[in-house]
């Protein structure tokens, strides 16, 4: 078991220097370039995100903005043939993996690039090229989703692993009890990787459990745990990498822990400054993990101040460009809401679909009245 204080495991320190006697990944230049990239994307995105929710335009965001280490340097350890369920922070790992740019800020409009079709809440991806599951904003839904697709991909012989990401409130839920459980005893290839951002909502990850540390709860359903500065990519490249070697060599399941802070509020809709200290924010600010990897990035000469505002740039410009196709494409059409479930539209289906139409028809179309319907 983990014991007090928790040995959180670490590659680089809070200035991006390697730490002595910690092996440092051998991933190369272009990986290395590659998650760099990739968590430089997914924060602009969030911010671009943001925006769009701030001006109206869509309903939602939930950022992972001080968790791109957690996501990225996770994310990027899993095979492109392994499996990704996700909990509600990893789009970023979406697109990472493939997912373009236009489905990923299609599925924030819900217009006709969402691959969902408007069934989801906005702020829900979907990647079935990548083997990016589908998210539940119910918690915890995805941890048995993931085990049993692991145990069927180990019966199959097919040499996949799951990843299983939960957040620190999601280690209370009864899934994530049965999941563990069961992926233990079956010996199930997948990767629980808890991203623990210091909240559940209003709940400091600290109110969440007494157990010593979030790695720690493996030892009880008899797998390993590790716990992990979560705000150093290279740490948690390495530590997910040994979690999925195991499981791949049908050793079983693991839990890797990454401790790290969700820097906005829980979503668009939550004011962080009723629950916590601006103080707590701001230590947590100053180990920001975008700043630590750019260090050691510019360190090893493998990126300089030319070539980082070249990669932002061509960010910048791909996301707008995505936003500007989004933003004057056409909304779903009506039908969608009743198609694809059954092979033919059933009997009540059909009933409330025109029952939709009729009230359009005699009180206006909500659009045009920003939303409301006039009754
Ligand atoms: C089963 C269930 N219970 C409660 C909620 C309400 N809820 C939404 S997000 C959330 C907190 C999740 O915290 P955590 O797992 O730490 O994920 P984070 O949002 O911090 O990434 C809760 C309680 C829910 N969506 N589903
Ligand atoms: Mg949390």
């Known amino acids: 078991m983990t014991t007090n204080p928790i040995d959180y495991k670490r590659v680089l320190d809070a200035d991006g220097a390697p730490v002595a006697g910690e092996t440092?990944?051998?991933?190369?230049?272009?990986?290395?370039?590659?998650?760099?990239?990739?968590?430089?994307?997914?924060?602009?995105?969030?911010?671009?995100?943001?925006?769009?929710?701030?001006?109206?335009?869509?309903?939602?965001?939930?950022?992972?903005?001080?968790?791109?280490?957690?996501?990225?340097g996770s994310g990027a350890a899993f095979d492109a043939k392994d499996w990704i369920f996700p909990a509600l922070r990893e789009g970023g790992v979406a697109v990472y993996?493939?997912?373009?740019?236009?489905?990923?800020?299609?599925?924030?409009?819900?217009?006709?690039?969402?691959?969902?079709?408007?069934?989801?809440?906005?702020?829900?991806?979907q990647h079935a090229a990548s083997n990016f599951v589908s998210w539940s904003s119910c918690i915890g839904t995805q941890l048995p989703h993931a085990v049993g697709a692991a145990h069927a991909a180990r019966i199959k012989n097919e040499n996949t692993v799951m990843c299983a990401y939960l957040g620190d409130g999601a280690t209370s839920s009864p899934e994530f009890h049965s999941?563990?459980?069961?992926?233990?005893?079956?010996?199930?290839?997948?990767?629980?990787?808890?991203?623990?951002?210091?909240?559940?909502?209003?709940?400091?990850?600290?109110?969440?459990?007494?157990?010593?540390?979030?790695?720690?709860?493996?030892?009880?359903?008899?797998?390993?745990?590790?716990?992990?500065?979560?705000?150093?990519?290279l740490a948690v490249y390495r530590?997910?990498?040994?979690?999925?070697?195991?499981?791949?060599?049908?050793?079983?399941?693991?839990?890797?822990?990454?401790?790290?802070?969700?820097?906005l509020g829980h979503s668009s809709s939550d004011d962080p400054t009723k629950y916590r200290d601006a103080q707590e924010?701001?230590?947590?600010?100053?180990?920001?993990?975008?700043?630590?990897?750019?260090k050691y990035l510019l360190s090893l000469g493998w990126l300089d101040?030319?070539?980082?505002?070249?990669?932002?740039?061509?960010?910048?410009?791909?996301?707008?460009?995505a936003v500007e196709a989004n933003a004057n494409a056409p909304r779903l059409a009506l039908r969608a809401?009743?198609?694809?479930?059954?092979?033919?539209?059933?009997?009540?289906?059909?009933?409330?679909?025109?029952e939709l139409i009729r009230v359009l028809e005699q009180f206006g179309d909500p659009a045009a009245i920003e939303g409301r319907f006039p009754l």
């Not at 924010?281 to 750019?294: G, H, K, L, N």
């Not at 980082?308 to 410009?317: F, N, R």
Request: proline letters at 4%.
């Open 281 to 294: 924010v701001e230590m947590w600010r100053r180990r920001d993990p975008i700043e630590r990897y750019r």
């Open 179 to 233: 999941a563990m459980t069961m992926a233990a005893v079956w010996k199930a290839p997948v990767v629980f990787v808890c991203i623990d951002n210091g909240w559940a909502i209003s709940v400091p990850s600290s109110r969440q459990s007494a157990a010593p540390s979030y790695g720690s709860k493996a030892e009880a359903y008899g797998m390993p745990g590790v716990d992990v500065d979560g705000n150093d990519i």
């Open 337 to 354: 809401l009743v198609e694809d479930v059954y092979s033919s539209v059933t009997p009540h289906l059909r009933a409330q679909h025109d």
């Open 97 to 125: 993996r493939g997912m373009p740019l236009l489905e990923y800020v299609g599925q924030m409009f819900l217009n006709i690039y969402d691959t969902s079709k408007g069934r989801q809440m906005n702020n829900h991806f």
């Open 239 to 263: 530590e997910t990498l040994n979690m999925i070697r195991r499981a791949r060599a049908g050793e079983g399941p693991g839990l890797v822990a990454l401790k790290s802070y969700r820097m």
């Open 24 to 72: 440092v990944p051998a991933i190369g230049r272009d990986l290395s370039l590659r998650m760099y990239r990739g968590m430089c994307e997914t924060r602009m995105l969030d911010g671009k995100m943001l925006i769009l929710q701030r001006q109206g335009r869509i309903g939602f965001v939930g950022t992972a903005i001080g968790l791109e280490a957690a996501t990225i």
């Open 305 to 321: 101040k030319i070539s980082d505002e070249k990669i932002q740039k061509e960010l910048e410009s791909e996301i707008d460009a």
